[in-house]
């Protein structure tokens, strides 16, 4: 049962352009995080938003940018897209534990 | 640095055995370690978590071993089936609610 949200599923895109994922969860959880799983699955954090405040910002490109409109939603913007950004952005949630909750992921290819 | 340690990176066993998966970590002060399952195409989902206050938990055919001691920690998957062939990773709590993964072991069971 699907409770973390991520549009789109996939996505190609040129260098240089921008894009722009979003991700909404259901769970009511006061914590968002986006997460870069490289081709080696290596999953790194970028940001985690708490009740709509930034409190984890990870050393990430300036491109890079977290929008949040309520704490059920964490967009992610990239301005500027580089080849070495083609990746999985994964979006998560938890409440008052640690548990995180994983969307499926919006695939990122660019040529 | 890599906080939490995963091995071996892939592993493969036949249908009905049991598979061993280990972890170790650097950080005397973690105390809960959760364990991810991924699926390709799919986002981690939380499978079993232990706390340092114990030695042994056991969900279904999943069980982990903790040895505080020494600092590691080992996930046995019990009459391993082609259903349970997946990435599995490995995390430990970092500070700001963030989790630090480990870099995860692919296992693969033939049947």
């Known amino acids: 049962e699907t409770a973390v949200f991520q549009t789109p599923n996939y996505h190609v895109t040129q260098v240089g352009n921008e894009v722009s994922f979003n991700c909404k969860q259901t769970?009511?959880?006061?914590?968002m995080y986006w997460y870069k799983q490289d081709s080696k699955k290596l999953l790194k954090i970028m940001f985690s938003?708490?009740?709509?405040?930034?409190?984890v910002n990870e050393t990430v490109p300036r491109r890079f940018s977290p929008q949040s409109s309520d704490k059920a939603h964490l967009n992610l913007r990239i301005k500027s897209v580089e080849p070495e950004d083609s990746a999985v952005y994964l979006c998560?949630?938890?409440?008052?534990?640690?548990?995180?909750?994983f969307g499926p992921g919006t695939r990122l290819l660019v040529l | 640095q890599q906080q939490v340690r995963q091995s071996p990176q892939s592993l493969t066993v036949w249908e009905g055995e049991t598979a061993i998966l280990n972890c170790s970590y650097e950080n005397s002060a973690f105390d809960y370690f959760p364990w991810y399952q991924q699926f390709p195409g799919e986002g981690p989902a939380l499978l079993i978590a232990i706390r340092s206050v114990s030695d042994k938990k056991e969900d279904g055919g999943f069980t982990i071993f903790f040895n505080k001691r020494e600092k590691n920690l080992s996930l046995h998957i019990k009459d391993s089936q082609p259903g349970d062939s997946a990435t599995y990773f490995c995390?430990?709590?970092?500070?700001?609610?963030?989790?630090?993964f480990g870099l995860g072991t692919t296992l693969q069971v033939q049947p």
């Open positions: 998560a949630s938890s409440g008052t534990g640690y548990t995180q909750y």
């Open positions: 995390a430990a709590p970092g500070n700001t609610r963030k989790l630090i």
């Open positions: 938003y708490n009740n709509k405040q930034l409190i």
């Open positions: 769970l009511g959880h006061d914590t």
